[in-house]
């Protein structure tokens, strides 16, 4: 079943209120273009979503145009508690008014909650309200159309989109605050929907990402459960003196899995960049085990010959683990400047 986009219409076109910035232009060529608009999303097979129907606003003359298309859909009504609602639709209209006043006593709420679950929303003139609701739109990435050409909160809003963007491109922006023209609702309903599917677009490609990364972290916390268990039984089952290659081999290989372990333990939080960590956990492994056996070569000469690797595991693997699990926050403060290395700065 194909959902109908909910459209939202907000403003106002009425010279005698006042208070519009920037102040409205020819708001009786505004009003025709609310009914056209009208007309156009009941073509493109759009619901619309209103919350007046006094004649200063803007919801009237769109629902009128609305009801005139051929197949108009669903009309609904929204105003406050008290509010009432009625369109003068024409005789014979097929349009479906579906009011749903607002039963709670902050009626902004609700309008602004409605207008974040539209698929977007249409601006025509207005004042403050509307500068203010499409500002929040604009922060919610909702699809907008604020029509620029006659000014008020819309055209505010116009301008403030062209910073913002979202999902409109820089030339359908143009579009909207051009002079309006009889082309006009019809290219711009069909901007409108563009943005609204580049937005489906958008969310879809979110949600992949958002589940890769899921089992990203599920797969590399199952590799850090299974290179703890791998190092602790290397541990347990290294044996005891074993002189040569071999013992050298499983002194150097068991703790840099520890510190691997380490590294990707520090890392799980941050569900990015889990074979860096690895690498830095190994990388952390590999110096731990070398400095710490060139050291003991210093003052035991011979301990390569007569190595004891379990004994020497028991100490290396715990302190390659904190040092994979420690290296990665070091390193990004080395790298990001917040940590100072000894003899880099000037005396």
Known sequence: M????????????????GGYEPPLRDAERGREACA??????????????????????????????????EKPGRVVARPPRHGEIDFALP????????????????????????????????????????????????????PVLPVGCFGGGAGQV???????????????IVR???????????????????????????????????????????????????ALIVAWLGV????????????????LAIPMVAAAAGAMLRNLNEQAGWALAAARGLGAGFVTVFLYVAGELVSVPDLLQRLDVQRLLFFLAPLAFTAGFAF?????KVLSGETRVPGSGTS
């Open 36 to 69: 056209e608009l009208g007309q156009s999303l009941a073509e493109a097979g759009c619901d619309l979503l209103v919350f007046s129907s006094k004649p200063g606003y803007v919801e009237s003359d769109v629902v009128r145009g609305y009801a005139q298309a």
């Open 158 to 172: 116009w301008v403030n989109l062209d910073n913002v963007r979202n999902d409109a491109t820089p030339e359908e």
């Open 91 to 142: 005789p014979g209209t097929d349009t479906q008014v579906v009011v749903q006043p607002d039963t709670s006593g902050e009626w902004e709420l609700s309008f602004f909650r409605s207008l974040l679950a539209a698929d977007g929303i249409v601006m025509i003139g207005g004042a403050r309200s509307t500068r203010l609701a499409g500002i929040v739109a604009l922060t919610q990435k909702v």
């Open 236 to 251: 347990s089952f290294a044996g005891g003196a074993q002189p040569g290659v071999r013992g050298f081999l499983l002194l």
């Open 328 to 332: 990665d926050r070091v390193l990004e």
């Open 2 to 17: 194909v959902t109908r986009p909910l459209i939202a219409i907000i403003g106002s076109l009425d010279n005698a209120r």
């Open 176 to 226: 909207m605050g051009q002079p309006w023209s009889p082309e006009s609702a019809g290219e711009l309903v069909g901007l409108l929907l563009t943005q609204r599917a580049r937005r489906a677009r958008r969310t879809v490609v979110e949600e992949q990402d958002a589940r890769r990364g899921r089992w990203a972290a599920r797969a590399a916390l199952l590799c850090t459960i299974t």
